[in-house]
């Protein structure tokens, strides 16, 4: 079974719309992460978060808004989609602060 | 910043044969080294890591080696079968990094 769960998997999406990626992980990790592979950039961190609080954020853009509302859950909004945000956003846990890395299986979006 | 670079982008291997994947990074800070394996539509899976004072490491037919001098780290595949067929990346970070760096990846493909 997988531990950590990422809902949709795939995603189409309109440019200008908002979309919620959601993330929960059931290996008792304190400390979560989002993560975006694209062609472009292979494998980008974006958001860091421990004990449900922002750690560091490498995301320049706004529009990207992570939100953990239980310990276990780390979902990614994004705002005002574009096509540059096609992506497959991967999140992660970690039980050593970031030392090694737990993945989803990702979510692929495609803004169209 | 940390700069991480991989090579090859590409290996194509046969079955039986090794195959050698090396990352060069930049920060002489950095304190922990890992590979990951990421199969066709799946996230990303921990192979190995190390850290900063490990030479040399090896794991069910995969050899990390570690030259701290160079800031060279390899991976090395001996004896690849073609389940080994997948893209690899290299990752690293620092002494109270937040987050790890990853390579730009290297898509290695096994043939019977």
């Known amino acids: 079974d997988p531990k950590i769960i990422q809902k949709p998997k795939y995603l189409v999406a309109v440019t200008g719309s908002e979309k919620i990626l959601i993330c929960e992980q059931y290996?008792?990790?304190?400390?979560m992460y989002w993560y975006r592979q694209s062609a472009k950039k292979p494998l980008e961190f974006m958001f860091s978060?421990?004990?449900?609080?922002?750690?560091d954020n490498q995301t320049a853009s706004s529009r990207f808004q992570p939100q953990s509302s239980k310990k276990n859950h780390l979902d990614l909004q994004i705002t005002a989609l574009k096509p540059d945000d096609s992506a497959t956003y991967f999140c992660?846990?970690?039980?050593?602060?970031?030392?090694?890395?737990?993945f989803g299986e990702g979510s692929r979006l495609i803004v169209v | 910043g940390e700069q991480v670079e991989q090579r090859p982008p590409h290996l194509s291997v046969r079955e039986g044969d090794s195959a050698i994947i090396i990352c060069t990074y930049t920060d002489s800070a950095t304190a922990y080294f890992s590979w990951y394996k990421q199969e066709a539509g799946a996230g990303l899976q921990l192979l190995m890591s190390?850290?900063?004072?490990?030479d040399r490491k090896e794991e069910q037919g995969l050899t990390v080696l570690l030259n701290k001098k160079d800031k060279r780290l390899s991976l090395n595949l001996t004896a690849a079968h073609p389940g080994d067929s997948a893209v690899y990346f290299c990752a690293v970070t620092y002494q109270g990094g937040r987050a790890l760096i990853f390579g730009t990846g290297t898509t290695v493909s096994v043939s019977p």
């Open positions: 290996l008792g990790h304190n400390a």
């Open positions: 992660a846990s970690s039980p050593d602060s970031g030392n090694t890395l737990y």
């Open positions: 978060y421990s004990y449900q609080k922002l750690m």
């Open positions: 190390v850290l900063s004072n490990v």
